[in-house]
């Protein structure tokens, strides 16, 4: 299906939806309400309806993850992450996974 402005929209049976706008991004609306929005920058967002989070993916790997508490996480190319609590307190993690600093 064309749209009058221009996205190209496709109807899965298992009741997906995936628009391919003008712009170029492509959009995938879930039938559990969970929304991919896929960049002409080569990021990437998921959506995550029920447990109301959002996951972007960058280009170079580096992947933002927003939790409803507001807490969010980074989670670079080499393993190491960083966690921001709601309270704004940090920590940082190696790619081991061993705690390597907090603020």
């Not at 995936?18 to 960049?39: I, Y």
């Not at 959002?54 to 989670?75: A, R, S, V």
């Not at 080499?78 to 709601?86: I, P, Q």
């Amino acid at each position: 299906e064309i749209k009058s402005d221009g996205t190209r929209a496709i109807n899965y049976r298992n009741g997906a939806v995936k628009e391919m706008l003008a712009g170029g991004r492509v959009v995938t609306r879930f039938k559990n309400g969970d929304v991919k929005e896929e960049c002409v920058d080569g990021s990437s967002t998921y959506f995550y309806r029920e447990a109301n989070t959002t996951h972007i993916t960058y280009k170079d790997g580096m992947q933002l993850i927003h939790f409803p508490n507001n807490q969010m996480e980074k989670h670079y190319p080499d393993g190491s992450r960083e966690v921001v609590f709601a309270d704004k307190s940090r920590r940082r993690y190696a790619p081991d996974g061993v705690q390597v600093h907090e603020q």
